[in-house]
């Protein structure tokens, strides 16, 4: 049985796709610049804290990072947040875009593709998806906990600090049966 700790240390023990961050660390490098190169725009700051808040967020393994920075470089692309200390610029009517902070977006999408898609499905997850998705998980431990004593399921009763929500229904479902 998978404890939620035994899951933290698991993941925790994978090591860091650096790849996928490779563009939050060169627009840090280049925010860093910016601010330094032209008389520390405040704006400017809001960007690097916000990198280097992502930069914690990826280096916890959290995905969440992932938009949190993109949201940042759209705030560049529109010139809410100053440019880089490189400029490329075009006009959509309007509207001013900032190439450079335009291909970083691109190629952060094309990194991490994946993990925005997956982050933004489990955001639009509907409240019976969701309960659907918990009673499996219910099922399955109860499946899996069917020939345990019922000792051991008062053992996963009580340590429901360490024990995820879904075995510890399952053990109560058992016990009470």
């Given amino acids: 049985m ?3 700790t035994e899951k933290n240390v698991s993941n925790q023990s994978l090591p860091l796709k650096w790849k996928s961050a490779s563009i939050l660390l060169i ?20 960007f690097i804290i ?9 280096i916890y393994k959290k995905s969440v990072w992932i938009n949190i920075f993109s949201i940042l470089i759209v705030l560049k692309i ?12 075009f006009y959509i009517g309007n509207l001013k875009i900032n190439l450079i902070p335009l291909i970083f977006l691109v190629i952060h999408f094309r990194i991490n593709h994946v993990s ?3 982050y933004i499905k489990k955001l639009h997850k509907s409240e019976d998806t ?9 099922k399955r431990f109860e499946l899996k906990y069917q020939y345990k004593t019922k000792d051991q399921l008062k053992d996963i009763v009580e340590n429901k600090e360490v024990m995820v929500k879904e075995a510890v229904e399952a053990a109560t479902n058992l016990l009470i049966k």
């Avoid at 529109?78 to 610029?89: G, H």
């Avoid at 969701?130 to 219910?138: D, F, N, P, T």
């Fill in 27 to 46: 627009s840090i490098v280049f925010a860093f610049y910016s601010f330094v190169r032209f008389d520390f725009i405040i704006k400017e700051l809001f």
């Fill in 130 to 138: 969701i309960i659907k998705e918990y009673k499996s998980k219910v």
């Fill in 116 to 118: 925005f898609f997956k």
């Fill in 78 to 89: 529109i010139y809410i947040l100053p440019e880089f200390f490189v400029t490329l610029e």
């Fill in 2 to 4: 998978e404890t939620s």
């Fill in 50 to 58: 916000g990198s280097l808040n992502c930069l914690l967020l990826f």
